[in-house]
């Protein structure tokens, strides 16, 4: 069993443990903070990502498949769009700003002075969240859309039902436009939603859990593209390997298959050679003969 541990230094200065157990044989995975189950999952087979809040900070724990090894991380995710990232990011402008007018006034001995004022509001930042307690992310389910910003930027805004109160949250649309599990947005797909369990304003959207309905669309999607790919396949046959490629790899499978006409160019995480790969995987070929032959 790969066993894995993280220490955690929260923004408030509280140290937590992060750890990890995924199994060689059956693939499950366990995600523990403090000694507190904050995910579980079965048969993860490829890369795969877990998230909580600790505080208000967003935390993910990563597995990457490397070949036939697999590497673990636990990463503060600071790009997604939540209080806490605006208040940092805001923290850091507000920096960088003020670092440029002493460069440019006062030269380098202000420049040095600057430096210790930088450090004195980062110290005040950090204190501020001190009263902050360490909770775990609660999850619901919300409708997403696309919407610009008045500057042309796309987001994903979507609404969910957190402490008896409606709630709007958003976070940045790639510039691909294709969603993290390798699909395009449909206006009203819906998404698990993880929100802070006391400050429920605290929200992110996860691509990697669609809603059943959606999951449905998602295979109807790749079971026409094989079809059409493999127009003298049966639809038994067809939906038998779907089943395989989806236990194994999940969506990043659906994906592969729907998207296997685009070339790297037009799509660089799913295409006719990300679909080759995935056809070309031993373990794949051999449950296939097994559990689908005719």
Known sequence: MSQYAWSYRSPAGQEYIVGLYHGPESGHVVVYCNQEVVAIDFNVRQ????TFFIEEDLCEVHIERKGQEFRYALRSNQKVDTPFNRKRWQLERRQQHFLWRVLAIFGFI?????????????????????????????TTI???????????????????VAGGQIRRGR??????????????????????????????ELA???????????????????LAAWLRA???????????????????YGLNAYADIYWQDKTPQENPLHNRETFSRLLQQENFQQMVRERCSQ
């Open 47 to 50: 890369s795969a990502r877990y």
């Open 110 to 138: 202000v420049l040095t002075m600057s430096a210790l004022v930088w450090h004195s509001q980062r110290r005040a930042n950090w204190q501020a969240r001190q009263e902050l307690s360490m909770q775990y992310s609660k």
């Open 142 to 160: 919300a409708k997403a859309f696309e919407e610009k910003d008045r500057q042309g930027a796309e987001w994903v805004a979507f609404e969910y």
């Open 171 to 200: 976070q940045p649309l790639p510039e691909s436009n294709y969603l993290p599990n390798g699909m395009l947005l449909e206006p009203g797909d819906e998404f698990a939603v993880h929100y802070h369990p006391t400050k429920p």
């Open 204 to 222: 992110v959207m996860d691509f990697e859990q669609p809603s059943p309905s959606v999951l449905a669309r998602y295979r109807a999607m790749a």
């Open 230 to 248: 493999h127009p003298k396949q049966s639809e038994s046959a067809a939906n038998c390997l779907l089943d395989i490629a989806y236990e194994r």
